[in-house]
């Protein structure tokens, strides 16, 4: 493909909050907290940090440069490094998880929607028998599930055909203040309620007694799913890049944000559910399940500060996973639009109705269609395993093997010092890191979950 004058985000500002806030999503505000509560506190935090910094970092930087470097979707960007070779699998894979990811985290994007309507119209009120069959019957049901995956799809197929400039870099410099508006609202109540500091010093002081070996994988598989690696979703934004964009300071920036962000999030979480005590390590179900009665039951002596904080929290939680979805979409969206040379709007429509079908599946197998099981297991957790748990560690794996043997030295050092114009002086660590230490601990995790070792 010829280097055409491609489109770039516009700021500096822009290129931030559109990669942070494909970052920030779901795996901050519900999967980081729960996990938290699940493997010690802040053993778990400190793990996490050193994951982000040592694995996280280099492996977005990497994708950085394939993705500025090709200037193209992320197919195309591996294509062009790879001449050829079988290495460019490692691109259509990403477009493959892109559109399995998108399937099940429009379905969760979707019960968002149905929790800000239904916190606004007053459904989440009652005992926590009624709250848990309240997400049973809601997330189990044929119709309405399904109607809130396409809304949020649809919600964000209009940003996608928007465009870069006026459709990702815009929304994203909206949402994400108002996104970090809302947490911070949400902190200080939280921080402000009855015994909050019991859940403050679960955050923040660290109990190695329950650090496993299994804690420091999830820390690891979290930083991976957190920072949107191993799919060519920072890859697809890098091609928006420009020239000058500084790699190595952007991907340092992003994962601050990130990380932060996450670790207000647990600020927002434990003191309320500790002022009530509720114990934060109910899984998954933590946020349908476990908060809306954290909420109830914190605010009980002023209800209708429980119910704004509720509803506060569902519209964050949607902001979140719509940063996150655009950025899924638009992988997808830059590939169909340019592989096979359809207009824009043809192919977001595309992944649109692709990403609305395997949505319906996803939250068919979860209840109305029990049919729809792989291995004993819902479609739903066999795209949430195979994605997480296997095509997103494949991916940062390959591209660190990628990046590091094979693709020539000087492209890597040319992109990370903008061809010479910065001094680069943590080049070699970060060589260092994608061919020795990211291969190395990206095996372990993934041997480990696949239950190798
Ligand atoms: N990073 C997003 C989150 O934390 O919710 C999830 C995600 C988005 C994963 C985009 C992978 C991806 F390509």
């Known amino acids: 493909m010829a280097h055409t004058e491609r489109v770039k985000f516009g700021s500096k500002l822009g290129i931030i909050l559109a990669t942070a806030g494909s970052a920030v999503g779901l795996g901050n505000i519900w999967r980081f907290p729960?996990?938290?509560?699940?493997?010690?506190?802040?053993?778990?935090?400190?793990?996490?940090?050193?994951?982000?910094?040592?694995?996280?970092?280099?492996?977005?930087?990497?994708?950085?440069i394939i993705g500025r470097h090709g200037a193209s979707n992320v197919a195309q960007a591996y294509n062009k490094l790879s001449n050829g070779t079988l290495w460019r699998i490692i691109g259509f894979m990403g477009v493959l998880t892109g559109f399995l990811i998108i399937g099940y985290y429009a379905v969760v994007?979707?019960?968002?929607l149905q929790y800000i309507f239904g916190s606004a119209a007053g459904h989440l009120k009652g005992d926590s028998a009624y709250i848990n069959e309240y997400f049973i019957n809601f997330s189990q049901s044929t119709w309405k599930p399904i109607l809130w995956t396409i809304a949020f799809l649809f919600l964000t197929h209009f940003i996608i055909i928007r465009g870069v400039q006026k459709g990702i870099?815009?929304?994203?410099?909206?949402?994400m203040p108002v996104l970090f508006i809302l947490l911070l609202i949400i902190v200080v109540a939280s921080c402000l309620l009855p015994n909050a500091i019991e859940g403050i010093r679960f955050l923040f002081m660290p109990d190695f007694s329950k650090v496993t070996?299994?804690?420091?994988?999830?820390?690891?598989?979290?930083?991976?799913?957190?920072?949107?690696?191993?799919?060519?979703?920072?890859?697809?934004?890098?091609?928006?890049f420009s020239r000058d964009t500084n790699l190595a300071k952007s991907a340092v920036h992003i994962s601050l944000i990130d990380s932060f962000i996450a670790i207000l999030a647990g600020l927002m979480i434990f003191p309320a559910a500790f002022s009530v005590n509720v114990q934060p390590d109910s899984g998954p179900s933590l946020i349908f399940i476990t908060?809306?009665?954290?909420?109830?039951?914190?605010?009980s002596s002023v209800p209708v500060v429980g119910y704004i904080i509720s509803l506060l929290?569902?519209?964050?939680?949607?902001?979140?996973?719509?940063?996150?979805?655009?950025?899924?979409?638009?992988?997808?969206?830059?590939?169909?639009?340019?592989?096979?040379?359809?207009?824009?709007?043809?192919?977001?429509?595309?992944?649109?109705?692709?990403?609305s079908v395997i949505g319906a599946f996803c939250s068919l197998s979860l209840g109305a269609w029990d049919g729809l099981q792989l291995f004993g297991k819902p479609l739903f957790d066999i795209f949430d395993f195979v994605?997480?748990?296997?095509?997103?560690?494949?991916?940062?794996?390959?591209?660190?093997?990628?990046?590091?043997?094979?693709?020539?030295?000087k492209i890597l050092k040319d992109e990370y010092t903008n061809w010479g114009t910065l001094r680069g002086t943590l080049f070699g660590i970060y060589l260092f890191c994608i061919r020795i230490v990211c291969p190395i601990c990206i095996a372990i995790i993934f041997m480990h979950q696949l239950g190798w070792i």
Request: glycine share 10%; charged share 10%; aromatic share 16%.
């Open 313 to 355: 929290f569902y519209s964050l939680l949607s902001l979140a996973a719509l940063t996150s979805l655009i950025s899924l979409h638009e992988v997808c969206t830059a590939f169909i639009h340019e592989e096979f040379r359809l207009s824009r709007r043809r192919a977001a429509l595309i992944v649109t109705l692709t990403g």
């Open 387 to 409: 994605t997480g748990q296997i095509l997103l560690p494949l991916g940062g794996f390959f591209t660190c093997l990628f990046l590091g043997w094979y693709v020539p030295k």
């Open 34 to 64: 729960y996990m938290t509560g699940e493997n010690g506190g802040a053993a778990f935090i400190i793990l996490y940090l050193v994951c982000v910094f040592i694995l996280g970092i280099p492996c977005m930087i990497s994708e950085f």
């Open 109 to 112: 994007s979707g019960w968002c």
């Open 213 to 240: 070996s299994d804690t420091f994988l999830g820390a690891l598989g979290q930083a991976f799913f957190s920072l949107s690696i191993g799919m060519g979703c920072i890859c697809t934004y890098a091609s928006y």
């Open 169 to 175: 870099e815009w929304a994203s410099k909206l949402l």
């Open 291 to 299: 908060l809306p009665n954290v909420f109830l039951q914190a605010f």
